[in-house]
């Protein structure tokens, strides 16, 4: 019912930026919530940032004051911009959405951050 399809990750230096962006097709109406989610190599899954419909937007400690969620509804695409990225920031990306009863996740967008 949800296509997700993640882009703009990258290798970047230690400091640089990002700007990822995730695009929604299909059945968009009704989404309760959209966030982006990140997976190290034997970490788990974890939360980096979450907005609700109801306005709530939620940040991991760990990316407070260099992450910013955006969406353009227009475009149906929700955005997480990375500054002052560091090494510990290297992931797998994927953005979530939940519509209803059901949650759905993009294939993932590689970021590492090496000198």
């Known amino acids: 019912q949800v296509q997700l399809v993640e882009s703009g990750g990258g290798l970047v230096q230690p400091g640089g930026s990002l700007r990822l962006s995730c695009a929604a097709s299909g059945i968009v109406s009704s989404i309760y919530a959209m966030g982006w989610y990140r997976q190290a190599p034997g970490k788990q899954r974890e939360l980096v940032a979450r907005?609700?419909?109801?306005?709530?937007?939620t940040y991991a400690d760990s990316v407070k004051g260099r992450f910013t969620i955006s969406g353009d509804n227009a475009k149906n695409t929700v955005y997480l911009q990375m500054n002052s990225l560091k090494p510990e920031d290297t992931a797998v990306y994927y953005c979530?959405?939940?519509?209803?009863?059901?949650?759905?996740w993009g294939q993932g967008t590689q970021v590492t951050v090496s000198s």
């Open positions: 979530n959405v939940r519509r209803g009863a059901l949650g759905y």
């Open positions: 907005f609700t419909s109801t306005g709530t937007t």
